[in-house]
T-cell receptor, first 112, second 112 residues
Framework: EPEVTQTPSHQVTQMGQEVILRCVPI?????FYWYRQILGQKVEFLVS????????KSEIFDDQFSVERPDGSNFTLKIRSTKLEDSAMYFC??????????FGSGTRLTVV | SQKIEQNSEALNIQEGKTATLTCNYT??????LQWYRQDPGRGPVFLLL?????KEKRKERLKVTFDTTLKQSLFHITASQPADSATYLC???????????FGSGTQLTVLP
């Protein structure tokens, strides 16, 4: 069964540093998303990406965040200057036209 | 935006019994409602979706109902097994990018 692959599985970074989280969505999917889950809390939408541009973003997705699909297969989330409160699980997801998402296993980001 | 409530934070049942989980939403009835399973430290896994014109949907030991009058979906696992122990998330799509809004989940434990 096709999978969404995320790397790294765990990233520890110093506050103020930049991090890039990487994802390889399912190849024939058209819609790509990033979600995050702070420990013990709900899964929250960050941003959606379609046709090589952001289609919608939440209020969490402020200027310190950016997304890219640099080469047609990878999909990245960059956090420019990490804060302690950015510590969370970050999930990449993709879907085809039909509903029903496929999520990756996530990257656990720890900001120290 | 929609608010989703999953009434039980945790549910313990005996192996072999039927688990019933509840999901309520507050605003307009969505075109469909989705259920996901999440294991600790992993991404959500899509299980089932039910459309607004469907009263019931089944997949193996899983059954989902959708009552747009009550604004409620019920998720049943029959003949439950310890391997069914996980957090079950209710979700619906919102916005132009059809991003998911999740409930906080119900942690199910099936006792042997």
């Amino acid at each position: 069964e096709p999978e969404v692959t995320q790397t790294p599985s765990h990233q520890v970074t110093q506050m103020g540093q930049e991090v890039i989280l990487r994802c390889v969505p399912i190849s024939n999917h058209l819609y790509f998303y990033w979600y995050r889950q702070i420990l013990g809390q709900k899964v929250e939408f960050l941003v959606s990406f379609y046709n090589n541009e952001i289609s919608e973003k939440s209020e969490i997705f402020d200027d310190q965040f950016s997304v890219e699909r640099p080469d047609g297969s990878n999909f990245t989330l960059k956090i420019r200057s990490t804060k302690l409160e950015d510590s969370a699980m970050y999930f990449c997801a993709s879907r085809a036209v039909e509903p029903g998402y496929t999520f990756g296993s996530g990257t656990r980001l720890t900001v120290v | 935006s929609q608010k989703i409530e999953q009434n039980s934070e945790a549910l313990n049942i005996q192996e072999g019994k039927t688990a019933t989980l509840t999901c309520n939403y507050t605003n307009y009835s969505p075109a469909y409602l989705q259920w996901y399973r999440q294991d600790p430290g992993r991404g959500p896994v899509f299980l089932l979706l039910i459309r607004e014109n469907e009263k019931e949907k089944r997949k193996e030991r899983l059954k989902v109902t959708f009552d747009t009058t009550l604004k409620q979906s019920l998720f049943h696992i029959t003949a439950s097994q310890p391997a069914d122990s996980a957090t079950y998330l209710c979700a619906l799509e919102e916005g132009s990018a059809r991003q998911l809004t999740f409930g906080s989940g119900t942690q199910l434990t099936v006792l042997p």
